[in-house]
T-cell receptor, first 117, second 112 residues
């Protein structure tokens, strides 16, 4: 599992409340990602990070912010949760397979199931 | 638009039978293609990864093929087992390999 831990694993919250999801890795990987997974959609990239304090938006970044103050932690924040943000959130790291620098393999956390009521 | 499409959406097969899952993509410039297996309630796990110069890659009973000209890939599962029941996701990356595009997956159910 490449040492990836997501917390919490499950969360129920109310519309309008702030929510922060945490992704922690133990292997010092540079790239980290946040995805959401919804029925009928593939995993969709929310934000990703390519180093401490270096982050960029993915295709569904509206309503989400991220922070990476340490290599091992990548936080996803919903400033004011909405029902449309009910989803399963996956964190991933990217690790080279070793043959070529660009043959990166993603390893995923176990996911956080978020329900916004 | 960079897209990845998979078919079928779902598939039910008998234990011991073979099956083939399809993936078509429009991602450009192409870097590599990978297949993931996702068990219910878990994160995806990588099965195979192929670059444009590779047209087949095996991982046990899983064999992936890639036709970079037609932008198609398939995942063939041989002698299916109950534990193969999962969602299989095709992922294509572009550029330096750190931008990933995901298909919606094929849900495979293997029944005894």
């Amino acid at each position: 599992d490449a040492g990836i831990t997501q917390s919490p694993r499950h969360k129920v919250t109310e519309t309008g409340t702030p929510v922060t999801l945490r992704c922690h890795q133990t292997e010092n990987h540079r790239y980290m990602y946040w995805y959401r997974q919804d029925p009928g959609h593939g995993l969709r990239l929310i934000h990703y990070s390519y180093g401490v304090k270096d982050t960029d938006k993915g295709e569904v970044s509206d309503g989400y912010s991220v922070s990476r103050s340490k290599t091992e932690d990548f936080l996803l924040t919903l400033e004011s949760a909405t029902s449309s943000q009910t989803s399963v959130y996956f964190c991933a790291i990217s690790r080279t397979s070793g043959r070529e620098a660009w043959e990166n393999i993603q390893y995923f956390g176990a996911g956080t199931r978020l329900s916004v009521l | 638009k960079n897209q990845v499409e998979q078919s079928p959406q779902s598939l039910i097969i008998l234990e011991g039978k073979n099956c083939t899952l399809q993936c078509n993509y429009t991602v450009s410039p192409f870097s590599n293609l990978r297949w993931y297996k996702q068990d219910t309630g878990r994160g995806p796990v990588s099965l195979t990864i192929m670059t444009f110069s590779e047209n087949t890659k095996s991982n046990g009973r899983y064999t992936a093929t890639l036709d970079a000209d037609t932008k198609q890939s398939s995942l063939h599962i041989t002698a299916s087992q109950l534990s193969d029941s999962a969602s299989y996701i095709c992922v294509v990356s572009r550029d330096t390999g750190n931008q990933f595009y995901f298909g919606t997956g094929t849900s495979l159910t293997v029944i005894p």
